[in-house]
């Protein structure tokens, strides 16, 4: 099973882009963030003429929202809100594989925070910290040594030294502050899960799927940061067979900021 997740900032802008990653990957399911659409007004048929006729949303007007489009039934949907919030970051679907064995996919996009990593003057940063510890306890609430989940998404945090182009530059800049990595640690402890990608890619090296608008030339520059991940349960460690950030789709005509992020699952 192959699981791609993607903010794609604007799903209505950029129909051609997924359609073409759909053609070229053949994902299984795909997650985006962002899509920046209410659910009337999400592209009708997106993904049809691949076989993807199963999409759950959770959208909104302008900002924020996600969506799962998926190959494969799912039999139950559901989006939560969090932080007393309504603004469309979180949606989860459950399946079964062919021995009848439950799993879940959790598509979450994280508050970015703002510009000041202080959660007394930066209510931004305050909802973001707050968003990832109820994530962390709803998932400890949940711990069980046999669930199969997968979490999904943009989550707005690089945590280790080599998914930023430079640590000690951007340890005072948000998504790479030690009051957010500590606060990742935590969600990551909650069900100990594994990070997918860097379970192929050691701590040493670099890697990042996003790189900012501003750079003239992101590409040659490098200053990106890991922001977008894709985890798993201990139950389905020994499932992960492949991982791959897609950074070429950076360089598209009119981009998304973020890389594709794929993992191929062994369910």
């Not at 299984?28 to 999409?55: M, R, S, T, W």
């Not at 996600?66 to 949606?91: G, L, M, T, Y």
Request: charged letters at 25%; a neutral charge.
């Amino acid at each position: 099973m192959r699981v791609c997740t993607w903010n794609i900032n604007s799903v209505r802008i950029r129909i051609d882009h997924i359609n073409r990653l759909l053609a070229d990957q053949k994902p299984d399911l795909l997650c985006l963030q962002e899509i920046k659409v209410e659910n009337k007004l999400f592209p009708a048929n997106l993904g049809l003429d691949y076989g993807y006729k199963h999409i759950f949303l959770n959208g909104q007007k302008s900002y924020n929202g996600v969506a799962i489009i998926s190959r494969i039934p799912f039999f139950e949907a559901q989006s939560k809100h969090w932080c007393n919030k309504n603004d469309a970051r979180h949606a989860w679907v459950k399946f079964k594989n062919h021995s009848d064995v439950n799993f879940e996919l959790h598509n979450f996009y994280v508050p970015a925070g703002g510009d000041v990593p202080d959660p007394q003057t930066n209510e931004k940063f305050a909802h973001k910290l707050e968003f990832i510890k109820e994530m962390t306890q709803w998932f400890s609430n949940r711990r069980d040594k046999a669930n199969r989940f997968i979490l999904v998404g943009d989550l707005n945090v690089a945590p280790l030294e080599n998914d930023v182009w430079s640590h000690k530059q951007l340890l005072n800049v948000v998504s790479h502050t030690p009051i957010e990595v500590e606060a990742l640690e935590g969600l990551s402890s909650s069900h100990n899960w594994v990070d997918a990608v860097r379970y192929f890619v050691p701590p040493e090296n670099k890697l990042f799927t996003w790189w900012s608008y501003r750079a003239k030339d992101w590409e040659q520059s490098n200053r990106g940061r890991r922001l977008d991940h894709i985890w798993v349960t201990p139950a389905l460690q020994n499932s992960i067979s492949s991982a791959s950030v897609l950074k070429n789709i950076r360089g598209w005509e009119r981009p998304s900021d973020h890389a594709p992020v794929i993992v191929d699952l062994d369910i």
